[in-house]
């Protein structure tokens, strides 16, 4: 199974900062993953699919990178609706599995 | 739009059996792959099971093969995750999600909570 290490599992932060999350894959996933916004009590948001297309509606002060093993999602400028709890996912090959999670919370 | 609604979520004991159905509306559902995702209380995602959009391929992690079945009924639009022999560590909150054909979720349920407990 290919492992997804999401760092750092916690991360504090103000409104305006930039901020980057890591996903690395424990074997290559080429360009295969996505990344999700969780709120508490809600479901995952797509955010990024093929590591740096933008869903749509999606604010643009999101971005992805990255290809084979390492991969990095970056927020420019944060807002107060963005604080919430980031996950990264390959599909790549079964089983899909996910990241254990980047919690964003305000510093 | 698109809808995706979970039902058929409860108590369950250790050892029994639940169905849990997923209707779909606002897109044509035979034409996508679908999934069921689930979350731990606290925790993170774990995928549960794929199937195609004719039900002719199916997916499974590999700690519920050979109790949970996926199945689908497109005449109804609707999705279905068959659970038996549950176990205390499958309590979660199910979710059911539309599956892009690349393997991202394009949309998710509210989801379900299942809870395994005597």
New interface residues.
């Given amino acids: 199974d290919i492992q997804m290490t999401q760092s750092p599992s916690t991360l504090s932060a103000s409104v305006g900062d930039r901020v980057t999350i890591t996903c690395r894959a424990s074997q290559s996933i080429s360009f295969?993953l996505?990344w999700?916004q969780?709120k508490p009590g809600?479901?995952?948001?797509?955010l990024i699919?093929?590591a740096s297309s933008l869903d749509s509606g999606v604010p643009s002060r999101f971005s992805g990178s990255g290809s084979g093993t390492e991969f990095t999602l970056t927020i420019s400028s944060l807002q107060p609706e963005d604080f919430a709890t980031y996950?990264c996912?390959q599909?790549?090959s079964?089983?899909?599995?996910?990241?254990?999670?980047t919690k964003l919370q305000i510093k | 739009e698109v809808q995706l609604v979970e039902s058929g979520g409860g108590l369950v004991q250790p050892g029994g059996s639940l169905t849990l159905s997923c209707a779909g509306s606002g897109f044509s559902f035979s034409s996508y792959w679908m999934s069921w995702v689930r979350q731990a209380p606290g925790k993170g995602l774990e995928w549960v099971a794929n199937i195609k959009q004719d039900g002719s391929e199916k997916h499974y992690v590999d700690s519920v093969k050979g109790r949970f079945t996926i199945s689908r009924d497109n005449a109804r639009n609707s999705l279905y995750l068959q659970m038996d022999s549950l176990r205390a560590e499958e309590t979660a909150v199910y979710y059911c999600a539309r599956l892009d054909r690349s393997g991202y979720y394009l949309d998710w349920g509210q989801g379900t909570l299942v809870t395994v407990s005597s």
């Fill in positions: 295969w996505a999700y969780q809600k479901a995952p948001k797509l699919y093929k996950y996912q599909s790549h079964y089983p899909y599995t996910f990241g254990r999670g």
